[in-house]
């Protein structure tokens, strides 16, 4: 999964996108809200961390015409401000949840991820197709139970394709999903992942459609002997 984060305080921004990376999503990063509504404009974003006191472009605003534009991405927005009409304006704006400052970043993590599964149509963490289970909370993939180990590339696949399930994805979407901006982009290695993540599940959950992409889905079971 694909996530921006708009924020001024480098510190800040550097400590949310560190957390975000080490819970498997790929990250880019804004510094101000002209670039900030820029990226969001134009990139296919999962979700958006988004400051509201941004300089060049307050975080209202960039909101504001994402919204108009028919961006669709969940927003999550961070304010030092704690007055019931400020997270009002940010709601009214389009903001899907808000974080106020200061904050555990814990509690970041566990709204994202909530944002993502409404927008999956997921009510818990865990993810299930056939024997294949992914706890997004904890970064685990099993199946039947047992621990399957995979690099981070395999996992954000996986986690896209799971968010997807049952549905057609191209091989260029999986690679805007996967990887962050400044990434060599080649949908040719979707292919090389696709290979070593189904030989590591060792189910066939992931169907290749021919000419339009990938689908997760449980495996077919076979018909009962009369």
């Known amino acids: 999964m694909r996530l921006l984060v708009v924020e ?33 404009d134009s990139e296919p974003y999962d979700a958006v961390v988004l400051d509201i006191g941004l300089p060049k472009m307050d975080g209202i605003s960039v909101l504001e015409q994402w919204r108009r534009s ?4 969940p927003v999550l927005i961070l304010t030092a401000r704690d007055r019931w009409s400020d997270k009002v304006q940010g709601f009214d704006a389009g903001a899907d949840d808000y ?5 555990h970043m ?7 991820r909530a944002l993502l599964r409404r927008v999956a149509g997921q009510a818990t963490n865990d ?12 970064g685990r993939v099993t199946v039947d139970g047992n621990p399957v180990k995979l690099t981070s590339h395999e996992y954000r696949l996986l986690a896209y394709l799971m968010h997807q399930q049952g549905k057609v994805v191209s091989r260029t979407e999986l690679v805007e999903h996967i990887y962050d901006q400044d990434f060599d982009r080649d ?3 979707i292919e ?34 009369p």
């Open 8 to 40: 001024d305080d480098p510190d800040l921004n550097r400590q949310i996108t560190t957390a975000l990376t080490d819970a498997g999503y790929v990250v880019d990063r804004a510094f101000d809200g002209e670039e900030g509504y820029y990226l969001g």
């Open 127 to 138: 993810f299930n197709c056939g024997p294949v289970r992914l706890d997004a909370r904890a």
């Open 99 to 103: 974080v106020a400052k200061p904050f």
């Open 187 to 189: 949908s040719n290695t």
């Open 192 to 225: 090389v992942f696709i290979g070593r993540l189904r030989k590591k599940l060792g189910v066939e959950v992931i169907q290749t459609v021919r000419g339009l992409g990938y689908i997760l889905q449980p495996p077919t079971q076979p018909a009962a002997s």
């Open 70 to 73: 028919g961006r669709t991405m």
């Open 106 to 112: 814990e509690e970041v993590l566990a709204r994202l």
